[in-house]
DNA sequence: GGGATTTCCGATCATTCTGGTAGGGATTGT
DNA sequence: ACAATCCCTACCAGAATGATCGGAAATCCC
């Protein structure tokens, strides 16, 4: 983790996701050069090495990475970039995205005794169809070719066009 | 919580923003009926009413309910619900809409290491915009009206047009 | 004024989650 | 043989979660 977050903060995601994700884009930038050590991926992320031993075997019993054992051994994703989405990671690593438990991906769990006159589940279940939206609407390919080198050359923030939003945040008043 | 997770999920919602939000649509309903004791509230909603004083509690910092104390006193929404959103009371119980601290509401923290080849920025950016816009585009006023007379005699799920995905779990597998 | 009601405030606490570390076994290339 | 590497299990410290408790302050009704 690069800043301790210090303040409660919503929808955030945990180092799992974070660490698994950028060994993922990693792997998919490396994609079609053989195995990858898990080491030289520490190294060049500066992340410790047997935590992420512990998320790469999510990745990998998810099918998304394949392992080869011994010197010269190593990690390479198991399908094409172009075909393995954030979606598919972020769950590997983190479970189903849901919001609560009546709006889980799957198998939800309706008996819910607010559930006849629930004004709040309409909201979840939005939410969780907009979050796996977006996360499966980016692939492992379009994250590798980021940042490009006209954009590094730019130097900078803002390096989409909707920077965060300049909301209010006013944590737990 | 009505059902425990016992399987880890990911952008699981607590209770501080479930209740929370519970507390809310329920003041929703009753906007411009005066006071509404939490006891009320808790009561109606099965919910535990000492913790609930803690998360109202944020509710009033933020400027979105006001109490008033003394027998005959109670709650009450210091707005009208059609101008208050979802993302107001999820803001205000839990937090900026933060899924990474280099892509957080207000003042992000950019002066990251992996900043300049970060391939994973794009990807929390966009779904830090994602979340925002959805949470502010529902209001009180449109939860409240939930579920209608003709919603709850269709009796069930599939509530909203889009039932949760139904995108494979295998939740860190 | 006396009591009942209700918001407000701070402390405490058990359990779970997070973010690791540690150690060793299995497998492969040289 | 030996080094590299994946693979597996256990453990652990600190933070977050989801509350409970006790009491102070304000307000209403009689």
Redesign the pocket.
């Known amino acids: ?1 690069i800043g301790n ?4 903060t919503a929808f955030h995601v ?3 996701g974070e ?1 698994g994700m950028r060994v993922m884009v990693e792997l998919a930038r490396r994609f079609g050069q053989g ?6 991926v520490a190294e060049g992320e500066s992340l ?4 992420l ?2 998320l ?2 999510s990745l ?2 998810a099918g998304l990475v ?10 390479q994703l198991a399908k094409d970039p172009s075909s393995v989405t954030a979606g598919d990671v972020v769950r590997a690593l ?1 479970g189903p995205i849901e919001p609560q438990v009546c709006t889980a991906e799957g198998d939800p769990i309706v008996n819910c005794p607010h559930e006849p006159k629930c004004g709040t589940r309409q909201l979840w279940v939005k939410l969780q169809a907009t979050i796996a939206g977006a996360l499966d609407s980016l692939t492992l390919a379009e994250l590798a070719k980021w940042p490009s080198e006209r954009q590094r050359a730019r130097s900078g923030s803002a390096v989409l066009a909707g920077a965060p939003t300049m909301h209010a945040p006013k944590a737990r008043a």
């Open positions: 983790m977050p210090l303040q409660a945990s180092t799992r660490y195995s990858v050590s898990l080491r030289s410790p090495e047997a935590y031993e512990q790469v075997a990998r019993r394949s392992g080869k054992r011994g010197a010269g051994g190593g990690y983190e």
